[in-house]
């Protein structure tokens, strides 16, 4: 069974101080990798997304992620983050062929002090 | 990027009554909608799968007798929660896949927080 291990539950960052939250994943095969971001009472918006390829993959609001297929790893960056980007950070895995569930970590909650 | 809507945001029922959210793909066909539940500072949980002209897919768990959903069109799943207690108090959030999409890239409605009273 796929599963998804955020090993951080809060991170807290100063504004304009780099940012990794980290992703582990559980699966037999290559999975589909994807990280979403949900602010307080609102749904889930697609950052990016690793399906094959280039291993470093670039996402809206100037984040990126690097598949890391040796650690199981799907790390999500940002080289300088904004207050904007407090928000909670769930990365999911998918199954290659396709099909339908996601599933989602726990969730990592961003703090960003001004 | 495609555009799920959910209806309503937010709802308060009293115990033993039923409330309908619905899930609207607003510009693409979505032949295949789900429902998430997530429980405060908690993560998604997956409760059915819709499909557009057949029976929803439930996940272990989840009563399909409670939780009763409907995907009458291609732009449209509605889920129902049937004589709602305090316990099903949660925020339901669906998503839809686009047709002839990748198999795992999703899109996500706003999310409905229910409150049973």
């Known amino acids: 069974a796929q599963s998804v291990t955020q090993p951080d539950i809060h991170i807290t960052v100063s504004e304009g101080a780099s940012l990794e939250l980290r992703c582990n994943y559980s699966?037999?095969?290559?999975?589909?990798l994807f990280w979403y971001v949900q602010s307080p009472g609102q749904g889930l918006q697609l950052l990016l997304k690793?399906?094959?390829?280039?291993?470093l993959v670039q996402g809206i609001k100037g984040f990126e992620a690097e598949f890391k297929r040796s650690q199981s790893s799907f790390n999500l960056r940002k080289p300088s983050v904004h207050w904007s980007d407090a928000a909670e950070y769930f990365c999911?895995?998918?199954?290659?062929?396709?099909?339908?569930?996601?599933?989602f970590g726990t969730g990592t909650q961003l703090k960003v002090e001004l | 990027g495609a555009v799920v809507s959910q209806h309503p945001s937010w709802v308060i029922c009293k115990s033993g009554t039923s409330v309908k959210i619905e899930c609207r793909s607003l510009d693409f066909q979505a032949t295949t909608m789900f429902w998430y539940r997530q429980f405060p500072k908690q993560s998604l949980m997956l409760m059915a799968t819709s499909n557009e002209g057949s029976k929803a897919t439930y996940e272990q768990g989840v009563e399909k007798d409670k939780f009763l959903i409907n995907h009458a069109s291609l732009t449209l799943s509605t889920l129902t929660v049937t004589s709602a207690h305090p316990e099903d108090s949660s925020f339901y959030i669906c998503?839809?896949?686009?047709?002839?999409?990748?198999?795992?890239?999703?899109?996500f409605g706003e999310g409905s927080r229910l409150t049973v009273l």
């Open positions: 699966y037999g095969a290559t999975p589909y």
């Open positions: 690793y399906f094959s390829g280039d291993t």
């Open positions: 999911a895995v998918g199954p290659t062929g396709g099909g339908n569930k996601l599933t």
């Open positions: 998503s839809a896949r686009v047709r002839g999409g990748h198999g795992g890239e999703l899109f």
